[in-house]
């Protein structure tokens, strides 16, 4: 279960939300039934591939990890599910990730896989990134893998993609996913269901929590939603920096992917043909009080801040009632949990940060669970429609990163 509060000033509301409210509502309403965007469906259609993808994974019982070789959409939803339920999943396997080509991270990630206990996830929805695409020719060489009919190799691409005719050619087991289905959107579809499943997470109880909060958003019962978009999209010249603290490193990689997909998804030229778009920062805490939180108490008014926090972290651990020679100005949390310091410097931080006038939000996890975490995922992913909608934008595309592509390509041939 998830709760979620705004604390915004008066002068920060809108009296027109309840218009927008309606018109962001219609337009999704709209993109779903004329299939603009696809992720909307993920959380039903992803039902039936779950046990199509257990099924598979069932012949490969000597399989003890999996190797995701992907960059930004085809990788950061994955690992931030992961990352999230890791320590408290029983009997899964591990999952290493290879996004970045950068030598010594991928040298050292050879040295930790044996390949004869690897399923190699090969994922692309293009089909053809740079990045991907050599990682996965050096893995076919350092591990001298045979490409032809070969089980431990898994494509994950758009149906016609190039990575689908070459699957196809090598015989290679393929999943795919649909074309209204883009990259950073992708999380509960094969891209990021495939993996998951794989690995041994229960994928269902994370597409149920989608579907909870996906539901209840086109029942209009999730004001916050609404409220939340049209607040920052109305104030974006005002605040148009928009910083999250998670207090828990188990969404440090969540924060990675709200980032990329708040930055590839708002950062636009609008249908005016006017540059737009909303800056977001992905922080930790208590770690991250210790050095940006100055910039946001004393620096500029541009910000607004979300703060995440795990209600109960089921964990016990506390600091012994022991008192050191002259450190004793700590001892005041002496015999509390780890799990109370941290949420109590959570509410500290923002309290301290609203008095100084900063708008500020705060979603809390009952718990780490698979529901809380696709309940999440779906509410970022409706937040940046509703945003879109009110920048006037094309959410959905993403032409600015193409022409460092072309850039890099001509660098190689000349
Ligand atoms: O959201 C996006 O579309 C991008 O971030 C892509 O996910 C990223 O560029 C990787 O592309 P692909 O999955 O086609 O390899």
Redesign the pocket.
């Known amino acids: 279960m998830i709760k979620f509060d705004l604390i915004y000033d008066a002068d920060f509301l809108d009296q027109s939300y309840k218009q927008a409210s309606k018109d962001i509502l219609q337009q999704i309403k709209q993109e779903i039934s004329d299939g603009a965007s696809g992720y909307y469906n993920l959380p039903y259609e992803s039902q039936d591939l779950i046990d199509k993808v257990q099924a598979y994974g069932n012949a490969f019982k000597h399989i003890n990890t999996i190797a995701v070789i992907?960059?930004?959409?085809?990788?950061?939803g994955t690992k931030a599910i992961y990352e999230f339920l890791r320590h408290k999943t029983k009997n899964t396997k591990k999952i290493i990730f290879f996004e970045n080509p950068d030598p010594i991270d991928i040298t050292e990630k050879f040295m930790a896989i044996d390949k004869n206990s690897t399923q190699f996830l090969l994922?692309?929805?293009?089909?053809?990134?740079v990045?991907?695409m050599s990682i996965f020719k050096a893995i076919i060489y350092n591990f001298n893998l045979k490409i032809d009919n070969n089980e431990n190799i898994i494509a994950i691409?758009?149906h016609d993609?190039a990575l689908y005719k070459f699957a196809d050619k090598h015989n290679i087991k393929t999943f795919t996913l649909k074309d209204n289905v883009?990259?950073?959107?992708?999380v509960l579809s094969s891209?990021g269901i495939v993996p998951l499943t794989l690995a041994g997470f229960d994928t269902k109880k994370i597409l149920d929590g989608a579907v909870e909060t996906l539901e209840s958003f086109l029942n209009g019962d999730t004001k916050h939603i609404f409220d939340k978009a049209i607040n920052l999209a109305q104030n974006k010249d005002k605040h148009p920096i928009n910083v999250i603290f998670s207090y828990s490193n188990t969404l440090k990689e969540f924060t990675q992917w709200y980032v990329?997909?708040w930055a590839?998804?708002l950062g636009k030229i609008d249908k005016d043909s006017k540059r737009t778009g909303l800056t977001p920062v992905g922080h930790i805490g208590a770690v991250d009080q210790h050095s940006f939180l100055q910039l946001i108490i004393e620096g500029p008014r541009d910000k607004t801040v979300t703060f995440i926090k795990i209600d109960d972290f089921e964990n016990s651990l506390h600091v012994p009632k022991y008192t050191l020679d002259y450190i004793q100005k700590s001892d005041y949390i002496n015999g509390h949990t780890f799990n109370e310091l941290i949420n109590a410097e959570c509410d500290a931080t923002m309290q301290s940060v609203h008095e100084q006038g900063v708008n500020v939000d705060i979603i809390t996890l009952d718990k780490i669970n698979e529901e809380n975490i696709g309940e999440l995922i779906m509410y970022y992913e409706l937040l940046t429609s509703a945003v879109g909608i009110m920048l006037n934008i094309n959410t959905y595309n993403?032409e600015g990163?193409e022409l460092g592509k072309r850039i890099l390509v001509k660098k190689f041939q000349n």
Do not use: A, C, H, N
């Not at 992907?70 to 950061?76: A, V």
């Not at 994922?123 to 990134?129: D, L, P, V, W, Y």
């Not at 883009?182 to 992708?186: A, D, E, H, I």
């Open positions: 992907g960059i930004g959409g085809s990788s950061l994922i692309s929805k293009s089909g053809s990134t990045e991907p691409t758009d993609s883009g990259g950073r959107f992708s891209v990329q997909l590839e998804s993403q990163v």
